[in-house]
T-cell receptor
Framework: SQQGEEDPQALSIQEGENATMNCSYK?????LQWYRQNSGRGLVHLIL?????REKHSGRLRVTLDTSKKSSSLLITASRAADTASYFC?????????????FGRGTQLTVWP | GAVVSQHPSWVICKSGTSVKIECRSL??????MFWYRQFPKQSLMLMAT?????????EQGVEKDKFLINHASLTLSTLTVTSAHPEDSSFYIC?????????FGPGTRLLVL
């Protein structure tokens, strides 16, 4: 399967703490994307990191990519209760012109006030 | 920018009926749209890739005759669940590709009684 796998499956922290989620994948990729999903809602795109990039920042988000280990991490700094959601990584098929994405099972993040 | 809408947001139907779900890209044109299915607390499963003006590409194990996809214009793709049964009950999400990123609709919750 090409899909990524997030770790941990569930993460529970206090407001103000940092949250780190990891993603591993199996095949060569063009890029890796992180999405967020609030319960019962659609997905919101957070950040895209290309295969030739190692680190990317967006606000309180920091994403790293290690293609040699086929892994990525998402760090949310100074977490807030509103960050409570499921976070998914998705890999784009290298060599595919269709642009399909394959999703992992997600990490359920709970941030307590 | 890059907003995707879905309609309806939820639908309840009787077993044996057909249900149509619409996916629209509101502020951009999308030659490629994607349909996903998601079970509670699980990942998104890619069902098919919808290509404007041509036949959809289905993922392995997805029944073409069961899940009819029509991508009639650059801003609209439809998924019709034909002769729906209780096991088709799920959360269906579409996405539209804009540059390297997929933007997701809010999802449609289908309940088949």
């Amino acid at each position: 399967s090409q899909q990524g796998e997030e770790d941990p499956q569930a993460l529970s922290i206090q407001e103000g703490e940092n949250a780190t989620m990891n993603c591993s994948y199996k095949t060569s990729i063009n890029n890796l994307q992180w999405y967020r999903q609030n319960s019962g809602r659609g997905l919101v795109h957070l950040i895209l990191i290309r295969s030739n990039e190692r680190e990317k920042h967006s606000g309180r988000l920091r994403v790293t990519l290690d293609t040699s280990k086929k892994s990525s991490s998402l760090l949310i700094t100074a977490s807030r209760a509103a960050d409570t959601a499921s976070y998914f990584c998705a890999t784009g098929d290298r060599g595919s012109t269709l642009g399909r994405l394959y999703f992992g099972r997600g990490t359920q993040l709970t941030v307590w006030p | 920018g890059a907003v995707v809408s879905q309609h309806p947001s939820w639908v309840i139907c009787k077993s044996g009926t057909s249900v149509k779900i619409e996916c629209r890209s509101l502020d951009f044109q999308a030659t490629t749209m994607f349909w996903y299915r998601q079970f509670p607390k699980q990942s998104l499963m890619l069902m098919a890739t919808s290509n404007e003006g041509s036949k959809a590409t289905y993922e392995q194990g997805v029944e073409k005759d069961k899940f009819l996809i029509n991508h009639a214009s650059l801003t609209l793709s439809t998924l019709t669940v034909t002769s729906a049964h209780p096991e088709d009950s799920s959360f269906y999400i579409c996405s539209a590709r804009f540059r390297e990123t997929q933007y997701f609709g809010p999802g449609t919750r289908l309940l088949v009684l």
